[in-house]
């Protein structure tokens, strides 16, 4: 099945402005409906250069359901990224992370049940929780959930209400959970971008804890091409773990970036540990391989870095106004 009219939340953020451009670029004839709350890391600039005949502009809540009632019944799918999606922020105050992420998940599944619109969920590896450094396991379909945080938590009872409206209501309903993006356009409170710009600012990066935890990176536009693939091709009902094979452990990663931009390896502060740190993640896509056919492009961990490092030295006006904010938060946490 394919589908020519989409509606993408959370489309004016990080992952989901990637996917609405990865579409527009690979998918012509697709037009994409963009509802996004604008929240502190929704930026309407994400979706500039995108034409007006491909995109409408949504400005609005997902917990609306009076809205969706409106914007749904034109669409053959929701496409869900919308989700506040920080950890630390989610630490500090959990209370958006139950509305936006619970909520409004719920709203959005009702709003498709009623209309019978196909439903793809977006969501993280973290909801298996965490692995042992020295455990050769990877995280499979299959993992039992383990949420560690207040925002892992609400992703993974997000995932349970799909699979119950598929169930239950037989919404047309897939899962992804996907590891750690990188690439353009991602908010600096995150790891990579915060120590990319943390040295684009004259500011020593910061690493957390014994920086020895591993994230399992890939980059944004596979993920893209993952979800494109599940959304039209998946089964329903399925879930599907998305990743890259790119494991690596924060303090590799921190070096890379100093050694890229021309510093010395040693040139960071250590920092108070995040409450709860997951220490590994790490995913095994072989289902989405072997079913679907889907492979990464974007092999190169170093190429793709110093793309992104490329974009914050190009683009200072899009992050240089929320720096002295983001890093004043840290500072109240001693991070
Ligand atoms: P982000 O924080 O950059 O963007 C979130 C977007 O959602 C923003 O544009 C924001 O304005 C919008 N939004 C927030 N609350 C809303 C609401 N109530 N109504 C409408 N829009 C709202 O997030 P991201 O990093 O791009 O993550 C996108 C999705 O991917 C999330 O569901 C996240 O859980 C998932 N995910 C992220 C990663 C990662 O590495 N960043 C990995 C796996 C899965
Ligand atoms: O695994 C998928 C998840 O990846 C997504 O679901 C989340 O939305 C996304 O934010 C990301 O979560 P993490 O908590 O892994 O990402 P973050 O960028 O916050 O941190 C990555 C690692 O780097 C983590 O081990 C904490 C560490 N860290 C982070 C920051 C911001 C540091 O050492 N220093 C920092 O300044």
């Known amino acids: ?19 609405v451009h990865w579409v527009i670029d690979n998918q ?38 009076a809205l969706l009632d409106d914007i749904v019944p034109e669409a053959g799918a929701i496409v869900h990224f919308a989700a506040e999606s920080h950890n630390d922020n989610s630490i500090a105050d959990p209370e958006p992370f139950v509305r936006t992420n619970v909520e409004g998940t719920y709203r959005l599944l009702e709003a498709a049940r009623k ?32 949420p560690s945080s207040p925002y892992s938590s609400t992703k993974a009872s997000s995932d349970m209400l799909v699979r119950a409206w598929h169930r239950t209501y037989g919404v047309e309903a897939t899962i992804s959970n996907c590891s750690n993006n990188y ?10 971008p915060r ?23 890939i980059h ?17 009902g399925e879930t599907y773990l998305i990743g890259a094979d790119g494991e690596c452990d924060n303090l590799h990663v921190l070096r890379h ?21 997951d220490r590994r993640y790490a995913i095994d896509s072989s289902k989405l391989r072997r079913e679907l056919g889907w492979e990464p492009v974007h092999t190169s961990f170093q190429e793709g870095l110093e793309s992104a490092i490329q974009w914050y030295a190009d683009n200072k006006s899009w992050w240089e106004t929320a720096k002295s904010e983001v890093e004043a938060k840290y500072a109240q946490s001693g991070q």
């Open 28 to 65: 012509p004839g697709v037009h994409v409906t963009v509802l996004d709350a604008l929240t502190y890391a929704g930026n309407r600039d994400n979706l500039v250069g995108i034409p007006g005949d491909r995109l409408t502009f949504v400005h609005g809540d997902i917990c609306d359901a």
């Open 1 to 19: 099945m394919s589908f020519d009219d989409i509606i993408v939340t959370g489309g004016a953020g990080f992952i989901g402005s990637n996917f």
């Open 195 to 217: 120590q990319i710009t943390n040295i684009l600012s004259g500011l020593r990066p910061k690493l957390y804890g014994d920086g020895r935890n591993v994230r399992d990176w």
């Open 257 to 277: 970036i100093l050694e890229l931009m021309g510093k010395s390896p040693d040139d960071f502060d250590w920092v108070r540990d995040r409450p709860g740190h």
């Open 183 to 192: 690439g353009p356009r991602q908010h600096i409170e995150k790891f990579i």
């Open 220 to 236: 944004v536009d596979d993920h893209s091409s993952a979800v494109w693939e599940i959304l039209n091709r998946g089964r329903s």
């Open 115 to 146: 209309h019978g619109t196909r439903f793809h969920h977006i969501s993280t590896d973290e909801v298996y929780g965490d692995l042992a450094l020295d455990d050769p396991a990877r995280f499979t379909e299959e993992t039992p959930y383990h």
